[in-house]
């Protein structure tokens, strides 16, 4: 079958469904409450959803240690609210993916209760190892969710099996035949369904290292150079699209910690089939500005990071391969906690969301993430459901953890989504599973749709607006004043456009003077150049544009504050950024 690449015209958004909306009143979301939202969806001009996993599973992480492939939770609302919800979806434009989680199962899936009691043809469905002679553990592997060995030993078999996550998340043996014809049935089956393609969880670490041999130490990720982009992994993702996903237009997308855009084009260059193995990938390195690979290693956010990660996979991508745009997603606390300003709320959730969604590739954008959503303060420990934070820092005392999981927790992500400043944040009529964010009264669906100056109206602005330019999707990416740590600027031109040398820049602190309006310009054409310009100062800045590019003849087609108070560009180019503002021009060819 032909693959049409719909997704590189598309946005998507996605659902963490434990949060989303609850439709039966049981405190968790649902199925049901998706439905029910789907015109909310389909108004954020968005193309499809992906959702994190909806199958059935004991929950140990919230769903990604799945004991049933082939249902989706009665929780959820099972197969019937499933059908129901793809026939709406589908309805309205709206494409589905599913996650794929195929690393590992729960240790209450049949295949696994099966393989450790050595009953074919599961017996090998899983990497199991004998106790050493000397008593030692088959390797020095970690669990990133245990923070300890990733050898679990097992009573009913009395051998270890490796869990590279949570004990209940088992790793399969994917060099088993069997088990890649198991995964190849998976996808088989839920594309017969009608689903659009699938987000496959941590995909780049089903290929072992031969003889699984020791890593060097790296506390909590001994092991990862020794399964991460193993030895067949190109064969297994080969395999598993040569027999099944190239016969279905559909699209997949693997997360891969660590990759970088050299080693992406082993697995999405679109110039070479054999190096085709999947779609896209969600990289890493765009979370990394404020922190040393994971959530729990913090440090001072840098926007110089933060741009030196969007530059690589931009310009290095470009024409060769399609990129995943993102800044949140279930795995990471809310971004602008992180990179913006909870003073600045939603003036920086303005600025990063131009900041991205003007780049080449599929933007995905997380549920609350629209609304401007902010990390929740517990105020114990035992408020946290996330299984990696529970387990993590167990020896530091409790204010020590607090403070550093309100910043590095996957539950700053988790907590309901806020619908309206009414009981539970409009997410259920029951207790939810997980703590509201205290902050719901004021940051919620229903006072954002009320207000057009807020950040929920502007992110469907600025979706439709990237959505209309053709520029958005094939021009090439250049970034200016790449040292500056307060401002991110770049352009986007189609080929064949105007290539001039990187003018330098200039911007310094400024009290702004009164300012005359500059109203966005319906565009007349398409346009073939645009310039993206963002502050991420607390304080107003003066910025200028000193060759080759003059904003006194653009085109202001997007800004993220209230016309009536944009600063005007005076004649020599110049022009004052309020805090966090966020602008998109046309410049003329
Ligand atoms: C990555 C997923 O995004 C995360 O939520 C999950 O816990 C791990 N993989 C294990 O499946």
Redesign the pocket.
């Known amino acids: 079958m032909k693959q049409t690449q719909w997704y590189k015209d598309g946005v998507f958004y996605q659902i963490w469904p434990r949060s989303f909306k609850d439709g039966n009143s049981d405190g968790m979301g649902d199925l049901w409450g998706v439905i029910d939202k789907l015109d909310y969806i389909q108004s954020l001009n968005v193309d499809g959803i992906w959702f994190?996993p909806l199958y059935c599973s004991p929950g140990a992480?919230?769903?990604?240690?799945i004991s049933d492939y082939m249902k989706i939770a009665p929780e959820f609302g099972g197969m019937e609210a499933f059908r129901r919800l793809l026939t709406e979806a589908h309805k309205r434009g709206l494409k589905i993916i599913m996650?794929l989680?195929v690393?590992?199962t729960s240790d209450e899936h049949e295949w696994f209760q099966k393989s450790r009691q050595r009953i074919d043809p599961y017996t090998d469905y899983y990497i199991w190892r004998p106790k050493k002679p000397n008593g030692k553990l088959p390797n020095n592997w970690a669990s990133?969710?245990e923070g300890d060995s990733a050898w679990q030993w097992d009573e009913v078999r009395k051998e270890y099996y490796l869990h590279?996550?949570?004990i209940k998340?088992p790793d399969l043996n994917m060099d088993n035949p069997l088990v890649r014809e198991e995964v190849k049935k998976i996808l088989k089956f839920w594309l017969d369904f009608g689903v659009d393609g699938f987000r496959e969880?941590?995909i780049t670490f089903i290929s072992k290292e031969e003889g699984l041999p020791n890593d060097i130490p790296i506390p909590g990720f001994s092991g990862i150079l020794k399964y991460n982009h193993g030895p067949h992994i190109h064969e297994y993702l080969q395999e598993f699209r040569q027999d099944v996903l190239q016969h279905y237009d559909c699209m997949t997308l693997a997360?891969a910690?660590l990759v970088t855009p050299k080693r992406a084009m082993t697995y999405i260059s679109e110039l070479d089939p054999k190096h085709h193995d999947i779609d896209m990938m969600i990289q890493f390195q765009c979370m990394c500005a404020d922190c040393l690979f994971s959530d729990y290693i913090p440090m001072k956010f840098s926007l110089r990071r933060l741009k030196r990660a969007f530059r690589r996979w931009q310009v290095k991508l470009h024409g060769k391969a399609w990129n995943m745009l993102y800044l949140e997603?279930?795995?990471h606390p809310r971004v602008i906690s992180r990179y913006g300003s909870e003073k600045f709320r939603t003036a920086s959730g303005k600025a990063l969301a131009v900041s991205y969604l003007f780049q080449q590739g599929t933007p995905f954008i997380y549920q609350g993430q629209e609304i401007g959503m902010t990390n929740w303060w517990p105020k114990s420990i035992d408020m946290y459901e996330d299984?990696?934070t529970l387990n993590q820092h167990l020896k530091d005392p409790e204010e020590k953890r607090l403070k550093l999981y309100h910043r590095a927790s996957?539950d700053s992500a988790r907590t309901p989504m806020q619908w309206t400043g009414g009981d539970h944040a409009g997410f259920s009529e029951h207790e939810p599973w997980l703590y509201v964010n205290e902050n719901y009264r004021e940051i919620n669906v229903e006072q954002e749709e009320n207000d057009p100056d807020s950040l929920l109206n502007f992110y469907r602005k600025a979706v439709a607006l990237r959505k209309s330019l053709k520029v958005v999707r094939d021009g090439k990416y250049r970034e200016y004043g790449i040292f500056s740590n307060k401002i991110y600027v770049y352009e986007r031109v189609l080929d064949g456009e105007t290539d001039a040398a990187a003018p330098p820049r200039e911007e310094r602190e400024e009290t702004p003077s009164e300012s005359a309006s500059e109203e966005p310009k319906a565009m007349s054409a398409q346009p073939k150049r645009i310039l993206v310009i963002c502050s991420f100062s607390e304080k107003p800045m003066r910025f200028l544009m000193r060759r080759g590019i003059s904003l006194a003849n653009a085109d202001l087609i997007l800004g993220s504050y209230p016309v009536k108070e944009t600063s005007k560009v005076k004649t020599d180019g110049s022009t004052i950024l309020r805090p966090y503002e966020a602008r998109v021009y046309s410049i003329p060819g």
């Open positions: 994190s992480d919230c769903g990604y240690d996650d989680v690393n590992h990133m969710f590279l996550f949570a998340q969880d941590v997360e910690p997603n279930h795995d299984v990696q996957r």
